[in-house]
């Protein structure tokens, strides 16, 4: 069962991915009942959650069976806890390749005026291409843009578009995996299979692995950068509990 749902994770294409996850999701947390792990998010507790990633980046016990959240959306949903985001009056807010696990809880706030935008997400309010937003600019306060940059041709022109979308003053958060190891970006563009780019890239689907250069090559798209480190922010949480990556920081770009 565990090679299945592997080889499903790795080859069936993202928009049936989301779909069937919604069947998924009412199966898994049966099977996973306990008290080991917990999610923030949802708030519910497993006897532990499930593998996710390719087979360079497997990791274990890390996505939830109900709400589907990995450790960078935990990490995440803990960060905005500290924020104003559920409580200022009124938020303009574009969330770019929308999560599951957010979705709704974002959808359903009162105080945000919340519109998704995606390539192909069936779960999208807007389809386009991030190299060339066909909107005005300076429309909105927050915009959330997480786990794109890896998979794009043009990194820079997509973050300097996302900066020309976002309201002066506005804030917003674009995650993407990084190796922390790596003090600079590594990416080659000659580097074009499947199997090669998941070797070096970490997925079959992405184009760069970034360094810790990540925060320099925002600011050269325009923006202001703070960083949001959880050992330092968080105080005492049970990482273990919680299966948060204690070195994943997460860099709030600002203009």
Not at 54 to 65: D, F, G, K, T, Y
């Amino acid at each position: 069962m565990k090679k299945i749902y592997k080889f499903l994770l790795n080859n069936l294409p993202r928009p049936l991915l989301i779909r069937l996850s919604y069947l998924f999701k009412i199966i898994a947390p049966i099977a996973y009942k306990g008290n080991n792990v917990k999610c923030p998010v949802c708030e519910k507790s497993f006897r532990k959650f499930l593998s996710y990633g390719s087979n360079i980046a497997h990791r274990e016990n890390v996505l939830c069976p109900y709400d589907l959240t990995l450790e960078r959306h935990r990490l995440m949903w803990l960060y905005l806890q500290k924020t104003d985001f559920f409580k200022a009056e009124k938020l303009d807010v574009l969330h770019v390749a929308p999560e599951q696990c957010f979705h709704k809880k974002f959808k359903s706030q009162n105080n945000l005026n919340y519109t998704t935008a995606d390539l192909e997400s069936p779960i999208a309010d807007l389809h386009f291409d991030l190299h060339s937003i066909p909107l005005e600019d300076n429309l909105y306060d927050v915009i959330f843009c997480n786990h794109v940059m890896e998979h794009v041709k043009d990194d820079l022109q997509c973050m300097k578009e996302l900066y020309r979308v976002m309201k002066p003053g506005g804030w917003g958060i674009f995650q993407v995996p990084i190796d922390y190891d790596n003090p600079v970006t590594y990416e080659d563009n000659s580097i074009t299979s499947e199997k090669d780019r998941e070797i070096h890239f970490w997925q079959k689907d992405h184009v760069r692995l970034y360094g810790l250069d990540y925060p320099k090559k925002l600011e050269k798209a325009g923006f202001k950068i703070d960083v949001f480190d959880p050992t330092k922010s968080l105080g005492k949480i049970n990482y273990e509990k919680l299966r948060l990556n204690p070195k994943e920081l997460i860099f709030i770009v600002n203009k």
